[in-house]
């Protein structure tokens, strides 16, 4: 699989608000920073995913705009721009911002190791 098809994946994971699918897509010592503040290892980034989830209902989350910035056989590093939309507290939201992803390549498969994501 090639990265670009990892990141549609990824999103498409995302969307499906499957925890069981997303996360064997995260690197086991990962780190993500959200605008909530960082998160390291799949213990602490699933916690705040699925705050996420259930934060906002109905959540559609689109990326666009993905540039890889650099691509080896083991290392991938891309940004991107981001939307989102749902439900929050019942009531229609929706937000953007930035994202920049590290991805690895570990026995054989892509997988997560840095996520950020800002306004």
């Known amino acids: ?14 969307n499906a608000r499957d925890l069981a699918r997303l996360a064997p897509l995260i690197a086991p010592d990962a780190t993500y920073w959200f605008t909530d503040g960082s998160h390291h290892g799949i213990t602490a980034i699933k916690a705040a995913i699925e705050r996420t989830f259930a934060a906002i209902q109905d959540e559609v989350y689109e990326i666009h705009d993905l540039e890889w910035i650099a691509v080896t056989d083991d290392l991938a590093v891309c940004r991107y721009r981001f939307r989102w ?4 507290d019942g009531k229609p939201a929706a937000g953007r911002g930035r994202g920049t992803n590290v991805l690895v390549k570990r026995d054989g498969s892509w997988q997560m190791q ?5 306004r």
Do not use: K, N
């Open 1 to 14: 699989m090639d990265p670009t098809s990892f990141v549609r994946g990824y999103e498409q994971a995302t």
């Open 114 to 118: 840095h996520e950020h994501l800002s």
């Open 85 to 88: 939309s749902g439900r929050v």
